[in-house]
């Protein structure tokens, strides 16, 4: 690999890193190690192809990665993980003090939830992931997961409706059930952030460090 392509990929890394971790580690069923792992590997094979994927969408090609490697843990284990609680120490993994931690990474702070996204099928759970926990569009959810928006829109209501029922959401509160009403709470719905007027609250990706993210080479 060039210098300048050795740059630009280091670059890339870095910024994506952050909003890709928490994905990562939600795909494995709240494992921290076991994510971290699995965006070592996705990080590395586009190491490998980097002068054909830099051009294009880099980032939409390590989520493809992401879900596909994923879906081979779950079926290679064959059983759910043990239950993996998102604190070291005492501590959360992440700084939830940070001024700009916001949804996504308030829904991570909760093992109920990630109890809940353990229950999903393998697909369903990566749909919602990319879908409400990275508040990507649909279109780049289905090119992610290389399905059609079809299939993401149904995997996301069959998806949302499982955890909706959930008794592991029970306690969260802020649960829209249909018709529009919430149990519990004023605020936005938990798991998709819209408002009780149907509109969705501001998101973002949140900021946080893993200690290791990039490839060794």
């Known amino acids: ?7 630009a990929f280091e670059a890339f890394v ?12 939600l795909l494995v069923g709240g494992d921290w190690a076991a994510g971290e792992d699995l965006l070592q590997g996705a990080f590395e094979r586009v190491y490998r192809h980097w002068s054909r994927v830099a051009d ?30 998102l604190v070291v120490d005492g501590e959360w993994a992440i700084d939830v003090a940070a001024a700009d931690i916001d949804h996504a990474d308030r829904l991570s702070q909760h093992e109920d939830l990630v109890r809940a996204l353990r229950s999903l099928p393998p697909r369903q759970r990566a749909v919602v992931v990319l879908r409400y926990f990275e508040d990507l569009p649909e279109a780049e959810v289905a090119a992610a ?10 995997q996301a209501s069959r998806g949302l409706a499982r955890l909706r ?37 501001p998101s973002s990706s949140g900021a946080f460090a893993p200690p290791s993210t990039r490839p060794t080479r």
């Open 165 to 201: 029922g959930s008794e592991h959401l029970a306690a969260l509160g802020a649960i829209r059930v249909p018709g529009g009403r919430h149990r519990g709470g004023v605020g936005p719905d938990v798991l998709t952030n819209e408002k009780g007027d149907g509109h969705r609250a």
């Open 14 to 25: 870095v910024g994506a890193a952050d909003r890709l971790l928490l994905s990562a580690v």
């Open 56 to 85: 294009g969408q880099p980032e939409a090609y390590v989520r493809r990665a992401l879900v596909n490697a994923a879906t081979s843990r779950w079926r290679r284990l064959r059983v759910r993980v043990a239950e993996v609680p």
């Open 145 to 154: 997961l290389g399905c059609s928006v079809g299939s993401v829109r149904s």
């Open 1 to 7: 690999m060039r210098a300048d392509e050795e740059l």
